[in-house]
Antibody, heavy 115, light 107 residues
Framework: QVQLVQSGAEVKRPGASVKVSCKAS????????ITWVRQAPGQGLEWVGR????????NSAQKLQGRVTLTTDTSTSTAYMELRSLRSDDTAVYYC????????WGQGTLVTVSS | AIQMTQSPSSLSASVGDRVTITCRAS??????LAWYQQKPGKAPKLLIY???SLQSGVPSRFSGSGSGTDFTLTISSLQPEDFATYYC?????????FGQGTKLEIK
């Protein structure tokens, strides 16, 4: 069965970086892209970005451009989202999902940015 | 970026009611719209894709319609497990954008 398993919760200081992983199984990783979505506490869903299977194309939300990098490792069927220069308003649960459409989702990774 | 305006932001209804949620795009998005359901503490779940295609395993009481700029999600007869928050998402072009969400509560 299709599964996306994400790395564990992170606590970071403002200005630091975080890298969240998303390991896929149960399907051919190179056939689908991966989309990242985040949700701040008590807020709605926010699209972060997406990457095609061989990292040929990436797109990210305009407000995060320059701070977010999406990559994949096809040898381990793992996608990564790195967010730099963290701010308190980056505190959120970050989800990966197989795309498109977003039919399978990871369990979410809570990233807390706090001094 | 394309703006998605979802309404209402909250809705109170009873089991058995018919409910409609709408999403309006700020520009043409063909039928590149999906609907997701999210329950507290859980990842979202895909209900409808390509505006009107029912995802496998989703009950037939859920339906979607629309194209261009105006879209609707309809639940024909609410069940207790349907009380959740619903989001639309356009992926006609990037960046993709979600609607603000509709919280469906029990009356």
């Amino acid at each position: 069965q299709v599964q996306l398993v994400q790395s564990g919760a992170e606590v970071k200081r403002p200005g630091a970086s975080v890298k969240v992983s998303c390991k896929a199984s149960g399907y051919t990783f190179t056939t689908y892209g991966i989309t990242w979505v985040r949700q701040a506490p008590g807020q709605g869903l926010e699209w972060v970005g997406r990457i095609t299977p061989h990292s040929v194309n990436t797109n990210s939300a305009q407000k995060l451009q320059g701070r977010v990098t999406l990559t994949t490792d096809t040898s381990t069927s793992t996608a990564y989202m790195e967010l730099r220069s963290l701010r308190s308003d980056d505190t959120a649960v970050y989800y990966c999902a197989r795309s498109s459409p977003l039919d399978y989702w990871g369990q979410g990774t809570l990233v807390t940015v706090s001094s | 970026a394309i703006q998605m305006t979802q309404s209402p932001s909250s809705l109170s209804a009873s089991v058995g009611d018919r409910v409609t949620i709408t999403c309006r795009a700020s520009q043409y998005i063909r039928n590149d719209l999906a609907w997701y359901q999210q329950k507290p503490g859980k990842a979202p779940k895909l209900l409808i894709y390509a505006a009107s295609s029912l995802q496998s395993g989703v009950p037939s009481r859920f339906s979607g319609s629309g194209s261009g700029t105006d879209f609707t999600l309809t639940i024909s007869s609410l069940q207790p497990e349907d009380f959740a928050t619903y989001y639309c998402l356009q992926d006609y072009n990037y960046p993709s954008t979600f609607g603000q969400g509709t919280k469906l509560e029990i009356k």
